[in-house]
T-cell receptor, first 112, second 112 residues
Framework: ELKVEQNPLFLSMQEGKNYTIYCNYSTTSDRLYWYRQDPGKSLESLFVLLSNGAVKQEGRLMASLDTKARLSTLHITAAVHDLSATYFCAVSGMDSNYQLIWGAGTKLIIKP | SAVISQKPSRDICQRGTSLTIQCQVDSQVTMMFWYRQQPGQSLTLIATANQGSEATYESGFVIDKFPISRPNLTFSTLTVSNMSPEDSSIYLC?????????FGSGTRLTVV
């Protein structure tokens, strides 16, 4: 059974600091997704990671994938208040019949 | 990437009544997915809707409670039947595109 563990579940940080959110999954996967959700809003796609060693960056966010370690990271550089949101990772693969299996989410609060 | 129009955005309903949520996609898609997100939680897949066949429901969800229609490749509805306060959640539809999964704007349902 494909399981996804995300940590931390809650993160409060100061503007200007760097931090990393971790996403571990239990079996092989084909794709790993990162999403952002603002309070009361829907989900916004951030990154889709397809292969080992994949790295994608958008602004202050950078996501990477290590399929051998079954680990993806979402790194935040020099955080700004606007990045406050809940971040979810999700994985799909043969073991989940290609359905998305979701992490619990990381609620990120960035204080000015 | 596909654009999904989801209605209604929110509703407050009396227990015992039913609510139908609609999702319209601006392109033809094979599968549409319906999720529930309870407050502060991650996403839970309710069912997968294919055009021309009955929806496939996940464990814990049944057709009598959550009937789904999929009359064509751009439209689907989810009905929440005989509602109770435990059904208060955000309901989201989603489709898979070449760029990952896109989500509707969500329906925030409160049952009183």
């Amino acid at each position: 059974e494909l399981k996804v563990e995300q940590n931390p579940l809650f993160l409060s940080m100061q503007e200007g600091k760097n931090y990393t959110i971790y996403c571990n999954y239990s079996t092989t996967s084909d794709r790993l997704y990162w999403y952002r959700q603002d309070p009361g809003k829907s989900l916004e796609s951030l990154f889709v990671l397809l292969s080992n060693g994949a790295v994608k960056q958008e602004g202050r966010l950078m996501a990477s994938l290590d399929t051998k370690a079954r680990l993806s990271t979402l790194h935040i550089t020099a955080a700004v208040h606007d990045l406050s949101a809940t971040y979810f990772c999700a994985v799909s693969g043969m073991d989940s019949n290609y359905q998305l299996i979701w992490g619990a989410g990381t609620k990120l609060i960035i204080k000015p | 990437s596909a654009v999904i129009s989801q209605k209604p955005s929110r509703d407050i309903c009396q227990r015992g009544t039913s609510l139908t949520i609609q999702c319209q996609v601006d392109s033809q898609v094979t599968m549409m997915f319906w999720y529930r997100q309870q407050p502060g939680q991650s996403l839970t897949l309710i069912a997968t809707a294919n055009q021309g066949s009955e929806a496939t429901y996940e464990s814990g969800f049944v057709i009598d409670k959550f009937p789904i229609s999929r009359p064509n490749l751009t439209f689907s509805t989810l009905t929440v039947s005989n509602m109770s306060p435990e059904d208060s959640s955000i309901y989201l539809c989603s489709v898979e595109t070449n760029y990952g999964y896109t989500f509707g704007s969500g329906t925030r349902l409160t049952v009183v």
